[in-house]
């Protein structure tokens, strides 16, 4: 995003919409920090400028700066997913497509979520851990097409500098991998300079308890009394 | 993953949030599922959502749209999708019930306390079949702001509701220059999804404020 200065009258109405705090009052007039602005598009769509002096470049579109608006800006479809913003349906749509199925989890580590977002360079701290550990990332996610070496889990060189209100590294592993992976997360947790939102997809077993939750007691991990339940009432079910 | 998972907030404040999210799988079965889906909203409106949003128009229903209008704009969309939030578990019952009595065939998760969501389960007869649990945040966790802004913010599981305008809406009430009601409703405005709970929001900005008194 940015601001035309010969437009802008200084209201400061939309600054506090700014979810990474990208627009700055400076002595020289309101701008906005091109390295802190995500492409969010919130104060655009919601903060109403009087005057139009917020205005969206065409570059937002084009790499480099394409990684910044398809990670942090959910009313964007990526042509690859045809899936909005940074996710894929995970569990959304488990029943359907059986992605996570029994015997295995499903992971998903938000990185910059919340509030602080992430750079992209603190993201291939986590994508080459998990490199190193064989992990292949879920390839319906973005992420996975930033990718330049799934080996090592280096991402492009152009994309590094990127800065993202948050992205998802997604991945699944065999059920009996859960516990060294989680224990290579709680490493990495102090490796990083920002936050993640950390959650574990699995079925529910035929009796309908929660597999992971053993591996977690076991780990100390506490997990949250809120959780997000796919009903199965999509069809085709897939049950394996 | 997760949009709807990550909020914060105790057992109590999480009894009036729950987030209800149809979702067509790309590639599976997308195809058709517009008229499901527009009958799904029906089913929604009818039970009175706390929020509603589109993608399609990028709005909810506190920026400029009503649920007529989510309804009408899902065929701009090649893989259409409904998400709402309600507060009150028995909305969010009968709106199960009749999504389960229609058979769309279209994917339902419910975001919510999981016991709770599992009794709904239950009263439904639906066998659930997947779970995702949300193991909190994890890092610099020094940096984030305090556990009340918290709460709010990550009702838009895009992090589009930012920490600044909460203080400010809040500041406003404090200074009588909004209703809670009102600073509720701009704070869900971000939020494209409309997954905001702007009832619980109202609960949360409430409680801060007589904190303080």
Redo the contacts between chains.
């Keep these: 995003m940015r601001i035309d200065q010969e437009l802008c009258i200084c209201c400061l109405k939309c ?7 990208a627009i700055i009052n400076g002595p020289e007039g309101v701008y906005i920090d091109q390295e802190l602005c995500a492409e ?1 598009g ?1 104060c655009l ?2 903060a109403g400028c009087p005057t139009g002096a917020l205005q969206e470049p065409e570059d937002v579109y084009k790499e480099p700066r394409s990684v910044r608006k398809f990670f ?1 800006d ?2 964007t479809t990526h042509k690859e ?17 059986g992605r ?1 199925k029994r015997g295995q989890v ?1 992971i ?1 580590i ?1 990185m ?6 992430t750079k992209m360079t603190e993201v291939e701290k986590i994508t080459m851990r998990l490199a190193q550990m064989g992990i292949q990332l879920e390839h319906n996610n973005p992420l996975f097409y930033l990718i330049d070496d799934p080996q090592k889990g280096t991402l492009k060189s152009w994309v590094k500098n990127e800065r993202v ?2 992205c ?1 590294v ?1 991945f699944e592993i065999p059920f009996d991998m859960l516990k060294e992976v989680l224990q290579a ?2 490493e990495l ?2 490796e ?13 077993d035929e009796n ?1 308890n ?1 597999p ?2 053993p591996v ?1 007691e076991e780990l100390g ?17 897939r049950e394996e | 993953m997760t949009h709807s998972l990550h909020r914060r907030g105790d057992v109590e404040s999480l009894r009036r949030d729950y987030v209800l999210l149809f979702t067509p799988a790309a590639g599976i079965n997308h195809e058709g599922s517009h008229e499901k889906l527009e009958k799904i909203v029906d089913i929604v409106a009818e039970a009175g959502p706390t929020n509603i949003g589109s993608y399609d128009v990028k709005k909810n229903i506190y920026d400029g749209i009503t649920i007529e209008d989510v309804k009408k704009n899902l065929r701009m969309s090649k893989v259409p999708r409904v998400r709402c939030c309600f507060s009150d578990k028995n909305k969010v019952l009968q709106v199960l019930k009749k999504v389960k009595e229609g058979d769309f065939g279209i994917s339902v998760t419910v975001s919510g306390l999981i016991d709770e969501v599992l009794n709904m389960s239950k009263e439904i007869n639906c066998k659930p079949h997947s779970i995702n649990l949300s193991l909190g945040v994890w890092g610099r966790t020094e940096k984030l702001p305090d556990e009340t802004i918290m709460e709010i913010v990550t009702m838009c599981g895009h992090g589009l509701l930012s920490k600044a305008l909460v203080k400010k809406e809040a500041e406003l009430v404090r200074k009588g220059k909004k209703s809670i009601r009102q600073a509720a409703e701009e704070l869900a405005r971000p939020c494209t999804c409309g997954i905001v709970n702007v009832d619980r929001a109202q609960d949360i900005i409430s409680r801060w404020i007589a904190r303080d008194m």
């Design positions: 600054l506090p919409y700014c979810p990474v705090d969010c919130t769509r919601t942090s959910p009313t997913t045809m899936i909005p913003g940074r996710g894929t349906e995970e569990v959304k749509t488990n029943d359907v497509t996570v499903g998903g938000e910059g979520r919340p509030v602080l977002g209100v948050s998802i997604e997360i709680k947790a102090n990083i300079d920002t936050v993640f939102s950390l959650d574990v997809v699995s079925r529910f309908g929660i992971t939750i977690l991990i506490c997990y949250r009394p809120n959780a997000k339940i796919n009903l199965g009432l999509g069809r085709p079910l």
